[in-house]
């Protein structure tokens, strides 16, 4: 079945970097977008961008955000630097099939905690 | 950037019951580019309608989707225990956006 497996919890300080992984599984990952949800504690989902797995083609808003693929491990990533406080957050991977379809299949969530 | 706006921000309702959320956009979407989620505490989100009225995979037939332009429903025909959550709209035809989300509670 159609999966996306998120790496685990993470705990940084004010200004590092995060990485977080999404490996997918039970689908041709080069055939869907994968996209990138921050939800805030107690707060929405907001979405980030989006990765296209075959040609690396990317779109996001925020600066510090870095979304790359390895297609040899169908997995991509989300790179997040010079972190602060409000990026706290839990984080979502999540594909469709197009740039005008809905998100079918989520990841379990990767919380990133940033904290002195 | 198209806003969603949820409403209400909790609906207080009892099994059996039938639940109508809104969703209004802050500019015409095309009801082939709404979707709406459902989410549990500590999980993800779970697709449940998209485009027009489509259900998505193994969703049951009491919740159903309408609407067009800048007004879209999503109802729950009859509240069934594990209904309890919160849902967010979102439109995907203009970059993408979610609403801020309305929790259905038990009253």
């Known amino acids: 079945q159609v999966q996306l497996v998120q790496s685990g919890p993470e705990v940084k300080k004010p200004g590092a970097s995060v990485r977080v992984s999404c490996r997918a599984s039970?689908?041709?990952?080069?055939?869907?977008?994968i996209h990138w949800v921050r939800q805030a504690p107690g707060q929405g989902l907001q979405h980030m961008g989006w990765?296209?797995?075959?040609?690396g083609v990317t779109n996001y808003l925020q600066s510090g955000v870095t979304l790359t693929r390895d297609k040899s491990i169908n997995t991509a990533y989300l790179d997040l630097s010079g972190l602060g406080s409000d990026d706290t957050a839990v984080f979502y991977c999540?594909?469709?099939?197009?740039?005008?379809?809905?998100?079918?299949?989520w990841g379990q969530g990767t919380l990133v905690t940033v904290s002195s | 950037e198209i806003v969603l706006t949820q409403s209400p921000g909790t609906l207080s309702l009892s099994p059996g019951e039938r639940a109508t959320l809104s969703c209004r956009a802050s500019?015409?979407?095309?009801?082939?580019?709404l979707a709406w989620y459902q989410q549990k505490p500590g999980q993800a989100p779970r697709l449940l309608i998209y485009?027009?009225?489509g259900r998505a995979t193994g969703i049951p037939d009491r919740f159903s989707g309408s609407g067009s332009g800048t007004d879209f429903t999503l109802t729950i025909s009859r509240l069934e225990p594990e209904d309890f959550a919160v849902y967010y709209c979102?439109?995907?035809?203009?970059?993408?956006?979610f609403g801020q989300g309305t929790k259905v509670e038990i009253k």
């Open positions: 999540a594909r469709s099939a197009w740039l005008q379809t809905p998100l079918d299949s």
């Open positions: 039970g689908y041709s990952f080069t055939g869907f977008y």
């Open positions: 500019q015409s979407v095309s009801s082939s580019y």
């Open positions: 990765i296209n797995p075959i040609n």
């Open positions: 979102q439109q995907y035809g203009s970059s993408w956006t």
């Open positions: 485009g027009e009225s």
